[in-house]
């Protein structure tokens, strides 16, 4: 293993320090009962904010609150009803496709394997880490959102652009119980001081080990 890599391993230790510290309470913001309600939250969240998600969510779970109601709702109802989550339609496609197969292939049970996650309509590596670690406490990935995929090439901990090898360079960086704190908190970090358009890097409690720090326009 190469000196450039343990130092750049050693730095993302002690971010991930940092970042405890300053979201000690940080957890899922999606809101939901069961595995089934996070596993549609998931997905209406795709390029959504998880604030406007949870504002539809509950008159949808209302209606429809588990994986057999979902996946015999009426394709226009749930256009409706996830409409201002945006790209709706193939929104409530999925919703209603993953939620058909959890009824009849997994017996109304989100499954806790990552294969038969990745089967279901609107579901890929993202979504199921997310199901996996906050609704059966399974760390089988890092979480890789566009918060994540940014401020890690921010911190100079990978090169890449595609989330999958982003997602590979973090699980050999980091301890396995800690992948979902890192993606949680990472996010929280975004949100409140890494913002897309204008980082905060003056108020960053992680500025010194960060090499684009005061770079950013």
């Known amino acids: 293993m190469s000196n450039k890599w343990v130092s750049k391993q050693q730095r993302a230790l002690e971010i991930l320090i940092r970042l405890k510290r300053l979201y000690p309470d940080a957890g899922c913001t999606l809101n939901y009962d069961t595995p089934v309600q996070l596993l549609v939250a998931t997905i209406l969240s795709a390029q959504c904010t998880d604030e406007r998600v949870n504002m539809v969510t509950p008159e949808l779970f209302r209606r429809f609150p588990d ?68 609704a059966y406490g399974i760390n089988q990935g890092v979480t890789v959102d566009t918060h994540v995929k940014r401020l890690t090439q921010r911190l100079g901990l990978t090169e890449y652009t595609d989330p999958i090898r982003i ?51």
């Open 67 to 134: 994986a057999g109601a979902i996946a015999n709702a009426d394709i226009e109802v749930l256009e409706n009803l996830v409409r201002s989550t945006g790209f709706y339609r193939n929104k409530a496609k999925n919703i209603r496709g993953a939620c058909r197969m959890i009824a009849n292939e997994f017996g109304g049970e989100v499954p806790k394997q990552m294969e038969k996650l990745l089967k279901l309509p609107g579901v890929a590596r993202k979504t199921a880490n997310v199901v996996l670690a906050n």
């Open 167 to 217: 997602e590979r360079d973090l699980i050999r960086m980091l301890p396995q119980e800690d992948w979902e704190n890192w993606s949680i908190r990472l996010i929280y970090h975004g949100r409140a001081i890494c913002q897309a358009r204008k980082p905060n890097c003056q108020d960053c409690e992680l500025r010194d080990l960060c090499p684009t720090s005061g770079n950013e326009e």
